[in-house]
């Protein structure tokens, strides 16, 4: 029998998901069901066969959409380090599974919570002029309903949040915080170009499956080939090749007065900057996909049959983002451009025509304090002067 209840005239299907996937052996936490406040009234006059496959379309939904719920690591600065099993019985935002997975590697986790806020940072720097800004919630999802929807800033986000989690993990093996990994000794050696491999190379395989495994367990679970779902994994892993296909070598040379007659060297991941700009190239170029199916496998091609396929590490979205532009209460995140500032001069889409949606801007000058005058003092410190000036600042009306 299925239970619902109607809250504030709204309908809620609050257990139902639970006991439908407890039956299938993958426990969801009800919190992901009890923010569902806006579901339209349904008629009480309802089979129970039809409620059921309504409230299995909205569970498998749900796990696709609000795979990014982990992100809300970022916000749990007062949980402290996460050093022993029961904290990670605490932690919002994550599924039962990444409970599971919190609990085997828990001295991971502190790198995880890092990577969610190095995928928010990255996020918010890489779409700061654009109207869409990557504001966070308090609440889940961090981003709000933007990541629940199969747009292309859904796919930014999918792609750098997995990237960052590797990211985060490779860095904490390098630099000895794990002790189920360090670095990668599979590089070693003397290379074709006549260097000698040493040093510590970044431990990238370590932290690739670990995302994989903690990142993806979502769409991983039995029975998720959504259109959805298949677009979160090919983003996913978008991301980590950001990575991947940007390793670079770092040398160091040893030798008489400087000279380089002994040069060792290692494998390093690039900046982290390095890998935001290369995910966002993608998100201008992203492929918008509709599922298919070839034989027995469902798979994403693009919707526009002219268009080429899209590659491994090209980012891909179901549907057209809407046009951000206004606040729309019933959408959090949905926070509009009234207020934002805009530059007067450009064309582009950080030019108040473009950001203010033409509904125009306001003008005003304001004081900016600047540091000015620098000068270096032996030894060994810069000193300067604190220089004020007025400058224009356009905000959008």
Not at 72 to 78: F, G, P, Q, R
Not at 162 to 185: I, N, P, Q, W, Y
Not at 247 to 257: A, L, P, T, W
Request: aromatic share 8%; glycine share 8%; charged share 25%.
């Amino acid at each position: 029998m299925i239970h619902w209840m109607r809250v504030d005239g709204l309908t809620a299907f609050r257990g139902a998901c639970s006991c439908l996937f407890f039956h299938r052996r993958t426990p969801v936490h009800l919190g992901i069901i009890s923010g569902l406040t806006d579901l339209p009234n349904l008629p009480l006059e309802m089979t129970e066969e039809y409620v059921l496959r309504c409230v299995l379309m909205l569970c498998c939904a749900l796990l696709s959409a609000n795979a990014s719920n982990w992100l809300y690591l970022a916000k749990l600065s007062s949980v402290g380090s996460i050093r022993d099993e029961e904290t990670c019985e605490r932690l919002r935002g994550l599924i039962q599974r990444q409970v599971q997975i919190c609990k085997r590697s828990v001295e991971v986790m502190d790198a995880v919570r890092r990577g969610a806020q190095l995928a928010i940072d990255e996020c918010q720097f890489q779409f700061r002029n654009r109207r869409w800004n990557c504001s966070t919630l308090e609440t889940m999802p961090v981003f709000g309903k933007i990541v629940t929807q199969g747009t292309r800033e859904a796919a930014f986000v999918y792609a750098i949040s997995a990237a960052s989690v590797a990211f985060a993990v490779t860095r904490a093996c390098s630099s000895g915080e794990l002790e189920k990994c360090g670095c990668d000794h599979n590089v070693h050696g003397v290379s074709p170009e006549g260097f000698q491999w040493s040093g510590c190379s970044d431990n990238i395989a370590y932290g690739v499956a670990f995302s994989q495994s903690f990142v993806d367990v979502r769409e991983r679970s039995k029975g998720q080939s959504s259109s959805r779902a298949l677009m979160n994994l090919h983003n996913n892993e978008a991301g980590r090749k950001a990575i991947l296909s940007h390793m670079r070598v770092e040398c160091k040379c040893h030798g008489v007065s400087g000279s380089c007659e002994v040069k060792t060297c290692w494998k390093a991941m690039p900046p982290f900057r390095k890998v935001g700009n290369v995910i966002k190239e993608k998100f201008d170029g992203a492929t918008e996909v509709e599922q298919r199916k070839v034989g027995t496998t469902k798979v994403l091609v693009p919707r526009n049959s002219q268009f080429k396929p899209h590659t491994d590490e090209d980012l891909v979205y179901l549907e057209p983002s809407p046009d951000f532009c206004d606040y729309d209460p019933r959408t959090p995140g949905m926070l509009g451009t009234v207020g934002r500032q805009c530059n007067r001069t450009s064309k582009a889409i950080d030019g108040c025509e473009l950001m203010c949606c033409g509904r125009g801007f306001q003008t005003q000058e304001v004081e900016v304090v600047d540091r000015c005058s620098c000068k270096f003092h032996w030894c060994c410190y810069v000193k300067c002067k604190q220089c004020r000036k007025m400058v224009e600042m356009h905000t959008c009306r």
